[in-house]
């Protein structure tokens, strides 16, 4: 005699696995992760609350609720990122000799744009909102200060007016970013050869400054 192998009754509806609810921290986490994703992808304004809200499976009412918008959303992405990048700058400034710091902070910002490139992506785009917690210019502006004290004890010792160390960061600092923002997509050299390259290139300009440099061309003013 066969006997039914299963105890379920065959009027018995299958009971329906109960989805797990996500915490408000969980979903706010959840909208951060899509939003940086997508604004990385498509920019700003190629992106809509609409898309973030399907990617992320609730309604567009959830998203305002955590963010009250886009702008919201976008301005706490970016906040984060800045956040994250002059941390990883501001660590990496270990070392004692001038130009093993200029190392360190090269390889900061390739580290970063390595690790973390959909952040960057975002950074390096001009903030199309007002009320954004900063821009990629504000955050190079916050790194050079952290170089500017080292440099302008390098200065102090070598007889040169340390009142100059900001406009030296700004510049040092500046080359490291835009040649970080082209080797975004090329990813050539390796990331080593380029930290060294950038050093190269500060360190023996530094290495060779004049206390009193002059012009020499025709244009003096």
């Known amino acids: ?26 979903r706010r986490q959840q909208l951060l992760v899509i939003g940086r ?28 609720e955590h963010f009250g918008g886009k702008e919201g959303l976008y301005a706490v992405v970016v906040d984060r990122e800045m956040r994250r990048l002059l941390d990883m700058v501001t660590s990496s400034l270990t070392a004692g000799h001038p130009r093993e710091l200029c190392e360190q902070a090269a390889f900061a910002l390739l580290d970063y744009i390595e690790e973390y490139t959909d952040g960057f992506r975002i950074l390096v785009r001009d903030s199309p909102i007002p009320q954004s917690t900063g821009s990629f210019a504000s955050l190079i502006s916050d790194i050079a200060t952290q170089v500017e004290d080292i440099l302008g004890r390098e200065f102090k010792s070598r007889g040169f007016d340390p009142k100059l160390a900001p406009l030296y960061a700004q510049a040092l600092v500046g ?24 050093v190269n290139l500060a360190w023996h300009g530094l290495d060779g400054l004049e206390q009193k440099p002059r012009l020499i061309g025709h244009r003096k003013s």
Do not use: C
């Open 1 to 26: 005699m066969a006997t039914d192998s299963s105890n379920t009754p065959s009027n018995e509806k299958p009971r329906r696995t109960r989805r797990t609810r996500m915490t408000g921290a969980e």
């Open 37 to 64: 994703t997508l604004f990385a992808a498509k920019g700003f304004e190629g992106t809509s609350v609409e898309e973030i809200a399907a990617k992320a499976g609730v309604s567009k009412p959830v998203v305002y």
């Open 175 to 198: 080359m490291v970013a835009l040649t970080g923002q082209w080797w975004l997509d090329v990813r050539r050299p390796k990331k080593a050869e380029v930290a060294a390259h950038l």
